[in-house]
C-alpha cells in the first residue's frame, strides 16, 4: 500500500491493482494502475473539484459522490455512484460504508483485502474560539455520537483534520479518535498548507502501537509498505 498526500484533504491510496483516491481537488501524480475509484465526500471546494473528472482520460476511473454533490451536465457520467449516510456498498475491489459529517457530506469507511481505511471527511470537532458555549457544547455532542458508531470497527489508517483555524482546539478531534478508534496509522489533513502546524503531531501522539505520520509538502508519497 502506497499513500500520497495531495493537497489539504486529499489523498491517493495505491495497492497492487487499483487506487482509491480521496476529495481530489488538485491533478495527482501518475499512478502506476489502471483502475482508480475516486470519492468526494461532499461539495465544498476544498474537497471537491471538476478536477477529477479529467482522471478518466488516463485511467478507468469509478467517481463515488456524496449525495450533497450536484453535477452540471458536462460534469455527468455513467461511471458515477452517488452514496449516502448511513449506507453500505460493495465494489469490485472493496466495501464501503458510509458514516455522517459534524459538517456538509459523509465520512468514509473502506475495506480492501488488505487493510480498512477511514477518511473523515469534514467530521470533525470543530470547536470554534469565538462560538458560544452552547454551540460548542452540542458540536462535542454531535461529534461523539459519531464515533460511537465507530466503536468495534479496524481501522489501519485514519484520515483526520488537525485545522490550526481552531487554534488550541485544532487536535480535539484527532485526540478523541485516537483515545476512541484505536487507529494504526493516523495522517493529519484539513491543515490548509500550514505544514508547521503539524510537525509536532508525531511526536505528541505517536506510540509503539500508533504511528503519525509526517506530511511536508504537496504530493508527496508519505507511506509505502
Given at each position: ?213 509526517s506530511i511536508h509538502h504537496d504530493n508527496e508519497v508519505?507511506?509505502?509498505?
Amino acid at each position: 500500500m502506497k499513500i500520497t498526500y495531495l493537497q489539504h484533504s486529499g489523498f491517493a491510496v495505491e495497492f497492487d491493482n487499483f487506487a482509491v483516491l480521496f476529495d481530489v481537488i488538485s491533478t495527482p501524480p501518475q499512478m502506476d494502475v489502471k483502475k482508480i475509484y475516486v470519492l468526494a465526500s461532499h461539495s465544498h471546494g476544498d474537497h471537491f473539484s471538476d478536477t477529477i473528472f479529467s482522471l478518466s482520460n488516463h485511467y478507468d476511473a469509478t467517481f463515488i459522490l456524496s449525495d450533497d454533490i450536484e453535477l452540471t451536465a458536462t460534469q455527468k457520467t455513467d461511471q458515477v455512484f452517488f452514496v449516502s449516510e448511513n449506507n453500505n456498498y460493495d465494489f469490485e475491489d472493496f466495501q464501503l460504508r458510509v458514516f455522517g459529517s459534524t459538517d456538509l457530506g459523509v465520512s468514509f469507511y473502506v475495506e480492501t483485502k488488505e487493510t480498512t481505511l477511514f477518511h473523515s471527511g469534514d467530521l470533525n470537532w470543530w470547536h470554534w474560539y469565538d462560538d458560544t458555549d452552547e454551540n460548542n457544547r452540542a458540536m462535542e455532542e454531535q461529534y461523539k455520537k459519531y464515533i460511537a458508531q465507530l466503536s468495534g470497527l479496524s481501522i489501519y489508517a485514519a484520515f483526520l483534520p488537525v485545522d490550526s483555524r481552531l487554534q488550541n482546539a485544532y487536535d480535539y478531534g484527532l485526540r478523541y479518535f485516537i483515545d476512541n478508534v484505536h487507529p494504526n496509522i493516523v495522517i493529519p489533513m484539513h491543515f490548509w498548507n500550514d505544514f508547521a502546524s503539524i510537525k509536532k503531531l508525531p511526536a505528541q501522539f505517536g506510540t509503539d502501537n500508533l504511528k503519525v505520520l509526517s506530511i511536508h509538502h504537496d504530493n508527496e508519497v508519505i507511506y509505502n509498505s
